[in-house]
């Protein structure tokens, strides 16, 4: 079956430490996001990629970095520069999001402890 | 920033009975969609509705858009507690030629059995 995987479920991560959540999809979307969701809260974008090799920042970028050197994939890292990491994180794809809307992966809830 | 808000943040209603929750969204879209998130997983797409069109069916879900109030509802029928959920609105918003989505802060619903 097609879909997106977001691995691991569960993350915690201690002060100062850098940690990369995994972003995998096999249903041949251009489009990759990863969105921040605090408790009771909408989703905040954090980087978006259209195209392999290229990125953009979303509005919450500070304190992240992605890459995109694969179509499947598109890691997103969590530096010691992110003030409050904690958080649940979900990645989607798209084909085309105006015709088709978003895949979302089920998640990974961050912790730092 | 939000560009989506929906109304009301909660609403808890009796098997059977219909839901209805509002989106308001601030600047024009192209179109507006719709998705589910059960607690703690990832979102689900349910409806995507276009700038031209007025009305969208899918089961027992309707969508409406009217863009001269920049306001979309959607209303989920005869509902069953399977139903409960949070939904969230999502608008597009174009940026130096590429399009991304603005996701509101969401309507929890709770259906009682």
């Known amino acids: 079956d097609g879909g997106i995987t977001q691995s691991p479920k569960y993350l915690f991560r201690k002060e100062g430490q850098n940690v990369t959540l995994s972003c995998e999809q096999n249903l041949n979307h251009d489009a990759m996001y990863w969105y921040r969701q605090d408790p009771g809260q909408g989703l905040r974008l954090i980087y978006y990629s259209q195209i392999v090799n290229d990125f953009q920042k979303g509005d919450i970028a500070e304190g992240y970095s992605v890459s995109r050197e694969k179509k499947e994939s598109f890691p997103l890292t969590v530096t010691s520069a992110q003030k409050n990491p904690t958080a649940f994180y979900l990645c989607?794809?798209?084909?085309?999001?105006?015709?088709?809307?978003?895949?979302f992966g089920s998640g990974t809830r961050l912790t730092v402890v | 920033s939000q560009q989506g808000e929906e109304d009301p943040q909660a609403l808890s209603i009796q098997e059977g009975e219909n839901a209805t929750m509002n989106c308001s969204y601030k600047?024009?879209?192209?179109?507006l969609q719709w998705y589910r998130q059960n607690s703690g997983r990832g979102l689900v797409h349910l409806i995507l509705i276009r700038s031209n069109e007025r009305e969208k069916h899918s089961g027992r879900l309707r969508v409406t858009l009217d863009t001269s109030k920049k306001s979309s509802s959607l209303l989920i029928t005869a509902s069953r507690a399977a139903d409960t959920a949070s939904y969230f609105c999502?608008?597009?918003?174009?940026?130096?030629?590429?399009?991304?989505?603005?996701f509101g802060t969401g309507t929890r619903l709770k259906v009682l059995a």
């Open positions: 600047t024009s879209i192209n179109n």
């Open positions: 999502a608008t597009d918003r174009r940026t130096s030629g590429t399009y991304k989505y603005i």
């Open positions: 989607a794809s798209s084909a085309n999001p105006n015709n088709y809307g978003y895949t």
